[in-house]
Structures are given as structure tokens and as C-alpha cells.
């Protein structure tokens, strides 16, 4: 079998690479694509690249995912590196659907009463946003440890309050038990002033109105037409879906969780997948020929192909002529912002 001959692109990246040796660590994000991701030094979710972040000993740590991530990268970080973004426009749909002056002035009015509602921020969320959370003694969660931290969430206080992921949080409140008669979805609107106070007192889990746009576009109706076409076939989908698409499926958790049962899977399966696309092909590839892996549906995350070959060469070409752009921190949210990402951490060590 021949390998493709390297790109311009790519050629230089790994010369740079080279070059600059041990002061840099890439990282990357899952739905990276192929040509970016190639490239990365350690690949993971969420939860893998915080975890990793703080045991990272290089100068320069270039991320190759979106914002917030990077944010959050630069909040773990030790003294003196640089975390570097090779697009700052590369941000997430649902991390805007949560501005940080909203959510303060929404929180402030759910605590007014003297109530304790805890707030538990997706990781897909600003680093004011995690800071606000902070403040109020709340953590971050991701996918892959939603579960483990709304338990937590619980024992904190009187009540939670999960965002902005409202379809992550139905689906870890219904593997706690937790059923509709005990949630209730905040009207935002009017800055603020729309928020239901009497409906979100009762509530036991109060959810953000906030979802992921990738994850929207898979429907019940295509797990029944891939079952009809092929019944013995599995579906397997993230839970940032709805939870009529988890409840039709076989299966549903974080990008390691699929990784993991696409890998696990037995010869000849048949697995339909319903995620960001990048990493759907990825595990095609790696698997093809012992068994079929396909997508539910092609969905691409905008954002996350912003990280280019090009920009990621940009970048560490700017890092060696001393030419850098690092994602800063304010001072006033970067203690608090820490502690909701240390919480979730701590809580899942």
C-alpha cells in the first residue's frame, strides 16, 4: 500500500515541529480533521484535554479545537506558557447561546429567594461563562462525566442549574432518574426578565435553553430508516442529541465512548453513527474491512474546520520568528473560572 506524498503544508509543520522540539505540544480536538489532526502530539475530548493540559511541560501549547477550549487550556496552563489558537474565530454556536452577562443577571434573580441552585456549565461554554459558575460554587462537566457531576451538582445545594446543553442535560436527568415533572427550561428572553421564578423554584433541575447545532440535524427518523434498511445494524450517537434520538438509539456517549465502542465492536458489524463528521470517517477508516462504520447523517462542525493545515503551519512559523497571538485570561475571572474547571477535575480524579 503507497502513502500519499506529504503536502506543502504539511511537510513544513513537521519540519517546524522538528525545529522547535520539545517547547511545543499540539493538541486536538476529535472532530479535527484528518489533515490537522495528523499532526497533533495528543488527541482527546473534552475531558482527555483538560486532563492533560496540566502536565504539559512545553513553552508553547498549540490547541487545534475551538475557542473555549482553548480558553480553558489557558486557565490550566502553567506560568509562563503560551496557548495559542490557530484561528481565534473559531468559536461554538452553543457556547454563545450562553452570554456571561445573562447568565449572571438570570442566576441572580433563580437566588434572590435565598435558594441554592448550584450551576453546572457544559464545558462548551466561555471562560466568562465558567467564571460566573465559579462565583456561584459551581463546576464544569462534559460529556463523558455529566452523570458523575450533576450527582454532584446535587449534593451541593438545593437544586441545579445545567447549561447550556439542554438535550445533554434531559439525557444524564434520565439516566439519574430524574424525570420532566422535576425540570423546567428557562425562558431567557427580555435579558432575563422572562424567566418562569415560580416554575424554575419548583424544579429540581433548571436547564439553559441551549443546544448543539451539530447535533440537531439527527432525527428518529433516520436511526428507523437505517434499521429498515439493514435490521441487524447498531446505532450509536452522542448525547448532545435529543433524547428521542439517545432513546431510539443503541447507544449514546461521549466521542471516547464511541471510539471505544466502534473499536470494541465485534467482526462484520454494521454501526451507524450519529456525531461531528470528521470523526465518523476517522473510525470508517481505521476499521475498514473488519467492520462497516457510517455516518447517520454528515454533519460538519463549521468551527472546528477553521483549524487548517495552513494556520496551524501560520502558527508555529509565528512561534518561531517570536511573532505569537495567546489566548489571555482577565484577571478577574481567571481565579474563579479555575475552580469550576478544578472542581469537575477534582471530582473526577
Not at 57 to 63: G, L, N, Q, R, T
Request: glycine share 8%; proline share 5%; with cysteine.
Amino acid at each position: 500500500m503507497t502513502t500519499a506524498p506529504l503536502s506543502n503544508d504539511a511537510r513544513a509543520i513537521e519540519e517546524l515541529r522538528s525545529k522547535l522540539g520539545g517547547r511545543l505540544t499540539i493538541v486536538g480536538h476529535h472532530y479535527e480533521q484528518e489533515a490537522t489532526i495528523q499532526h497533533c502530539d495528543i488527541r482527546g475530548d473534552s475531558l482527555e484535554l483538560a486532563r492533560r493540559v496540566p502536565g504539559i511541560a512545553s513553552d508553547y501549547i498549540v490547541f487545534c479545537g475551538v475557542y473555549f477550549m482553548a480558553e480553558s487550556a489557558a486557565l490550566l496552563a502553567r506560568e509562563g506558557q503560551q496557548v495559542l489558537l490557530p484561528d481565534h474565530s473559531a468559536d461554538c454556536v452553543m457556547a454563545q447561546m450562553t452570554p456571561a452577562r445573562l447568565l449572571d443577571r438570570v442566576l441572580g434573580r433563580l437566588t434572590a429567594s435565598g435558594r441554592k441552585l448550584v450551576p453546572l456549565a457544559y464545558v462548551n461554554t466561555s471562560l466568562a461563562v465558567k467564571a460566573v459558575v465559579g462565583r456561584y460554587g459551581g463546576a464544569v462537566c462534559t460529556s463523558a462525566n455529566a452523570e458523575k457531576m450533576m450527582n454532584w451538582a446535587f449534593r451541593q445545594g438545593d437544586g441545579v442549574l445545567f447549561l447550556p446543553d439542554k438535550n445533554l442535560a434531559r439525557n444524564t436527568a434520565r439516566k439519574l432518574g430524574i424525570t420532566g415533572r422535576d425540570t423546567h427550561i428557562l425562558d431567557v428572553r427580555k435579558t432575563g426578565e422572562a424567566v418562569d421564578l415560580a416554575a424554575a423554584d419548583k424544579a429540581a433541575l433548571v436547564l439553559w435553553p441551549g443546544l448543539c447545532a451539530i447535533h440537531a440535524r439527527f432525527h428518529p427518523e433516520q436511526i428507523e430508516a437505517v434499521r429498515k434498511a439493514d435490521p441487524s445494524c447498531k446505532v450509536i450517537v452522542h448525547p448532545e442529541c435529543s433524547p428521542e434520538v439517545v432513546r431510539a438509539a443503541d447507544g449514546a456517549g461521549s466521542t471516547t465512548y464511541i471510539i471505544e465502542y466502534v473499536r470494541n465492536a465485534p467482526d462484520g458489524a454494521h454501526i451507524y453513527v450519529g456525531t461531528e463528521i470528521n470523526l465518523v470517517e476517522r473510525l470508517a477508516r481505521e476499521q475498514e474491512g473488519r467492520i462497516r462504520v457510517e455516518a447517520l447523517r454528515s454533519s460538519a462542525c463549521s468551527n472546528m474546520a477553521k483549524i487548517t493545515p495552513e494556520k496551524l503551519r501560520a502558527t508555529l512559523e509565528g512561534i518561531v520568528a517570536g511573532n505569537t497571538d495567546p489566548i489571555t485570561v482577565p484577571s478577574e475571572d481567571s481565579a474563579p473560572a479555575k475552580a469550576s474547571l478544578e472542581r469537575m477535575l477534582e471530582a473526577c480524579a
